[in-house]
């Protein structure tokens, strides 16, 4: 920097002297030019008509003024110009240089002359005037660019590149010559790499990188030079520096790849190449990974044996390395052919033949290895290593035979091995020889082979295993099961965990054999027989469990479960036998049933847990409906199906339920999935019936009852007709009584309504009017329960009033008890009547009266289906003897028979009948009689 401002200072010295100078010599000048002043307007006319492009007519005002005044500068300078412009250049010149002797100070003539001296390439004087003309104007950007070009124009590069150098460095902030200047550097460059100055043209690029460092073009320009040169490696690192710069530049990694390549640097290359991102360098990676394997091919020693091969087929040492890799490679095709070529160049030798065969046996070409094999024997009989080989030829022929079931020859082939083996070989050929022949299903002879085996091997405990599959095989089950035991008893404690596997796969398919044979009893003792080697096994145990439910031996079954339960408590088989025992002992459904239940949230799949669970839900849903838990019924049985779907049963078992609990459609569904015998099926029809039957919302009943004294021919009648409707947990029942007799007709009215509380409960309430022979007022009510302690009682318990036609108010208190067994039905009923009003001899009194009757009703099918009997005692008449006033007399003892059917003759058609006899008292001597007949009909809708 310091040095740039000294030549600063310097050219403004310089500049000031040229200055004073000039003002020194116009000083001088003046008086002159006062005295000659004409020259002026010549000098102003030759330049008005040289700017209108007039050369010859300013030529001749410049010559007139000339002749006037011969030693003008100007004049002269304008007459040069107009030569220079003809391109007369020698004229121009003469003109030009006359003016300078007249003035050397003339800066225009002066420039032309420099550029008559380029157009005549005389350079050298051009820059002398330049010189001159920098001299007065030092800092004239202009002639120093004019001087940089007479310098290359002169072919003096480096005098021109010094002074733009120089320059530069004086104007840095001139962008146009910076640019002027790295060009100028670039054409030397470009000069200098073709006249083959490969030093000049690297230091030339230097110098442009620093101007630019930045520039790729240079580090590409520079790393060329350098491979010119055959320094890669320091191309290379030019090209390095220039990625640092521009990394992303496509020319520079082109530039660096086939640097590499060049070098046969593949590694580092194929790194590089896995890093770019561009598609078309992942296409190199793949050309360059083909190079890089070709590359490595052409130096590995096996292609370069190969070649020594090509040139002399009997070189030994290529030839041992080239079949080496070719038989370790798997190119046995290859490899016979060197060996061939390599026996015609030096002569059939045992190596070459040992080879030869080598080669035969990988391509399974057993044929001619065979054959090679015995020539070889026969020249070398005694040779162990060619025995041995033919031993294992065989033995490989062997395997192929019996992979293919051909196994009559593989056991000749094997006998003939044994013949040359040795040792090893000798031992691996018996086993094969055994197994062949108990493939082949030879096993008398298996057995003899085994047996040399154990002779020559006492102390393998394997032997006496495959002895004893060899007796199983021949179904002598306790030879085979001594053998295996043996072995157990010989082994090592770490092998007899191994072995008692084995002896479970041995002993299972003898249990199979005698179970398809139905002989249970010999079967159980190898059982046991297996439990007593292995008392904790699985397997052995549940064999135990299944067999003993087979032979009916239920209580061995369950002791067998307890105790795989107690060896293995997580084993769910034995935790389901546990849950099966559960219910075959204690019928303690409830808990089994929840047991089970936990169980099926592990394991939702398991097959023998659903059965088990199946048949836990049935007992336990039966349990439930026997204690009239319907609602509970049918949530436990709604699980059982989640699990089991299809299961019918349950499915019967639900609609039992619904039945139960009056829901007489859904009762119908679920009950028509059962699956009734033969025998049973006309029964299940009729029931299904009767659900269909009870399903109808709607029912009328039509009654007609007859009743007669023994003693009287009259005939008294009762007719009734009624209308229910059931809806929900409710019946709502209207009813008309009518009865007419000798003294007039009566009717009575009656209302009834029955409420479902819940599963153990519902009530009845009714209430009647009545003109004559009913009581004028009758109401009653009733609460029915369920009392499960009492072993599923229904107990009743009702109130009663009725206002007799005779005044008399009747009360009543009514207990009963009703009682299902199957297909019967029980019933108690026990009514307490308080008679108030009553007239005797001539006296109001209050009497107490009672009745007591039963009833049994057997049915079958259906509960409309049936067969019934009663009987009754009391001081009071049955109370339907009072309802219809069909006789008078109380505080008398009466009796009462009665028996009935009924019958559902279609879906919604029932009849019935019901005889009764009366017999009461009149007086203390006198008994009267009373007949009844009952007729009913109902019909639903």
Not at 144 to 152: A, F, P, V
Not at 352 to 379: D, H, P
Request: net charge neutral; hydrophobic share 35%; proline share 3%.
């Amino acid at each position: 920097m310091r040095k740039v401002t000294d030549i600063r200072t310097i050219f403004i010295s310089i500049r000031i002297l040229t200055v004073l100078c000039l003002l020194l010599c116009h000083t001088a000048y003046l008086p002159a030019q006062t005295k000659d002043n004409p020259e002026d307007s010549y000098i102003s006319r030759v330049k008005h008509e040289f700017d209108k492009e007039n050369w010859e007519a300013g030529k001749k005002i410049a010559e007139e003024g000339l002749k006037d005044s011969p030693n003008d500068s100007y004049l002269r300078m304008l007459l040069g110009k107009y030569y220079f412009h003809k391109k007369q250049y020698n004229q121009a010149r003469y003109e030009l240089k006359k003016a300078l002797e007249k003035n050397k100070d003339n800066v225009e003539a002066k420039q032309i002359l420099v550029n008559v001296e380029m157009a005549t390439e005389r350079y050298s004087s051009a820059i002398c005037y330049v010189n001159e003309l920098l001299e007065v104007n030092p800092y004239w950007r202009g002639l120093w660019r004019k001087k940089i070009e007479l310098y290359r124009l002169q072919g003096n590069t480096v005098e021109a590149n010094r002074l733009f150098k120089r320059i530069s460095q004086i104007y840095p902030e001139d962008t146009v010559l910076q640019k002027d200047y790295v060009y100028g550097l670039e054409m030397e460059a470009l000069e200098s790499q073709k006249k083959g100055k490969t030093d000049e043209a690297i230091a030339l690029r230097m110098e442009l990188l620093k101007n630019d460092p930045k520039n790729p073009e240079h580090y590409i320009e520079i790393a060329n030079s350098h491979i010119k040169a055959g320094d890669f490696q320091q191309a290379l690192s030019y090209i390095e520096r220039g990625l640092s710069h521009t990394p992303d530049n496509h020319t520079l990694i082109e530039k660096k790849i086939s640097l590499l390549a060049e070098q046969k640097q593949y590694n580092q290359l194929l790194s590089y190449l896995q890093k770019q991102k561009s598609p078309a360098f992942q296409a190199q990676y793949n050309y360059y990974l083909s190079e890089a394997a070709r590359d490595a091919r052409e130096s590995d020693p096996v292609t370069l044996y190969g070649k020594i091969l090509e040139r002399n087929p009997g070189d030994e040492e290529a030839f041992n390395y080239v079949f080496t890799y070719l038989y370790g490679a798997g190119q046995y095709e290859e490899a016979l052919h060197i060996t061939g070529k390599y026996r015609k160049a030096k002569g059939e030798s045992k190596n070459i033949l040992m080879k030869e065969l080598s080669v035969y046996i990988k391509l399974g070409n057993r044929g001619k290895a065979r054959r090679l094999m015995q020539q070889l024997l026969t020249k070398y009989p005694d040779d162990y290593d060619l025995k041995e080989a033919y031993a294992k030829l065989l033995f490989e022929e062997a395997k192929e035979k019996i992979s293919e079931e051909n196994y009559s020859d593989a056991v000749t082939d094997l006998k003939e091995a044994l013949v040359y083996a040795e040792s090893e070989t000798a031992e691996e050929l018996n086993n094969a020889l055994y197994s062949a022949t108990m493939l082949q299903k030879d096993y008398e002879a298996a057995l003899e082979i085994i047996r040399d085996m154990i002779v020559s091997a006492p102390q393998l405990p394997e032997l006496y295993v495959k002895r004893a599959d060899t007796h199983q095989k021949m179904k002598q089950y306790d030879k085979a099961l001594a053998d295996y035991e043996t072995a157990v008893s010989m082994a090592a404690e770490k092998e007899k965990a191994i072995l008692l596997e084995g002896y479970s796969e041995m002993i299972i398919p003898i249990i199979k054999d005698l179970n398809e044979s139905y002989r249970y009893k010999e079967s159980m003792e190898y059982i046991k027989k297996w439990l007593a080697n292995d008392p904790s096994n699985i397997e052995a145990i549940t064999h135990a469990v299944n067999l003993s439910y087979r032979m009916n031996k239920n209580q061995d079954a369950y002791t067998y479960a307890r105790q795989g339960s107690k060896l293995h408590p997580d084993n769910l088989f034995f935790r389901i036998k546990m849950a099966e025992e559960e219910m075959a002992q204690t019928k303690n459904y409830h808990t089994v049933y929840h047991l089970l239940s936990e169980e099926l949230e592990k394991e939702p799949y398991h097959k023998d847990l659903i059965n088990t669970f199946t048949q836990a839900t049935e007992k336990y849903g039966r349990q439930l409906i026997k204690e009239k838990k319907f609602t509970e019924t049918l949530d436990v049985l709604n699980r059982g199906l989640r699990y089991a779907p299809a299961d019918r049963t349950m499915k019967y078992l639900k609609g039992i339920a619904y039945e139960k609990m009056n829901r007489f459609d859904s009762a119908f569904y679920y009950q028509s999935f059962y699956d009734p015998a033969v025998i049973e099926a006309a029964e299940f029809r009729q029931h299904l019936k009767y659900l269909q039957y009870r399903g109808f919302p709607n029912e009328v009943g039509i009654y007609h009852l007859y009743s007669r004294h023994g003693d009287q021919d009259v005939l008294n009648t009762v007719s009734t007709i009624e209308y229910s409707r059931r809806q929900n947990k409710n019946v709502y029942t209207g009813r008309v009584n009518y009865s007419g007799r000798e003294t007039g007709k009566g009717y009575q009215l009656q209302a009834e309504w029955t409420k479902i509380w819940n599963e153990s409960t519902y009530t009845k309430v009714d209430a009647a009017w009545a003109t004559r022979f009913f009581p004028k007022i009758a109401i009653n009510a009733s609460v029915y329960k369920d009392i499960n302690p009492l072993g599923g009682l229904e107990a009743e318990i009702g109130i009663g009033y009725k206002r007799l036609p005779g005044k008399e108010n009747l009360s009543n208190l009514k207990l009963g008890c009703s009682k299902e067994l199957d297909t019967w039905r029980l019933n108690v009923i026990f009514n307490n009547f308080l008679l108030s009003n009553s007239v005797d001899n001539g006296l109001k009194k209050n009497k107490w009266l009672y009745s007591l009757s039963g009833q049994a009703r057997y049915h079958w099918d259906s509960p409309k289906n049936y067969l019934m009997g009663m009987a009754g005692v009391g001081t009071s008449p049955d109370v339907d003897l009072i309802n219809f006033q069909l006789y008078e007399g109380f505080s008398k003892v009466n009796t009462m028979v009665g028996a009935g059917m009924g019958y559902l003759i279609f879906k919604n058609v029932s009849a019935g009948v019901i005889g009764t006899w009366y017999n009461y008292s009149v007086n203390e001597n006198k008994y009267k009689n009373l007949y009844t007949v009952y007729l009913h009909a109902n019909i639903t809708f």
